[in-house]
């Protein structure tokens, strides 16, 4: 059963995701989406690094709500800078941020992390893991934003994926 569904809650998503798009449950979509839903984790099977060993539920919580929060602040301080262009404070810039974070898994999430975060983008990552460049709209003090990602997206993704 695993060599057909090998990844079951990856399947499920897909067929709900396909019939919310289509935003129909009619034969031809089930029978589509089913397809879709099977094939897809099949297919793409070798790209996954490692498999994935999620622990701590409640670090989960706690690092979405983060991210939510954190979302909706950088939204409002994009806005304001859109719509005000003269109260830019800081100007933009890169911040080189230490990793300790290895797992391949935890990686992808900081990388998911950092770019649906508007004002940031993941700009590189060293060749040994071992630094992140990235890019900010504001910078005012690089190192308090290297350490603010360290304390709040990486310690909690080490204790979902390596500890």
């Known amino acids: 059963m695993k060599r057909l569904l090998p990844m079951p809650l990856l399947s499920l998503a897909l067929l709900l995701l396909w019939l919310l798009l289509n935003r129909s449950l009619s034969a031809g979509h089930l029978l589509l989406g089913t397809l879709l839903a099977l094939c ?48 830019r404070s800081h100007p933009p810039g890169f911040v080189h941020v230490p990793l300790d974070l290895r797992d391949p898994n935890a990686l992808a999430v900081l990388a998911m992390i950092v770019c649906i975060t508007p004002g940031t983008a993941w700009a590189e990552l060293a060749l040994d893991r071992s630094m992140l460049l990235l890019h900010v709209l504001e910078v005012d003090d690089a190192q308090a934003i290297a350490n603010y990602i360290k304390q709040h997206y990486e310690r909690p993704l080490m204790e979902i994926f390596e500890l």
């Open 40 to 87: 897809i984790p099949l297919l793409t099977q070798e790209l996954r690094p490692l498999p994935v060993r999620v622990r701590r539920p409640l670090t989960i919580v706690r690092l979405l709500c983060r991210v939510l929060l954190d979302s909706v602040h950088s939204n409002i301080a994009v806005m304001r800078l859109l719509l005000l262009p003269g109260s």
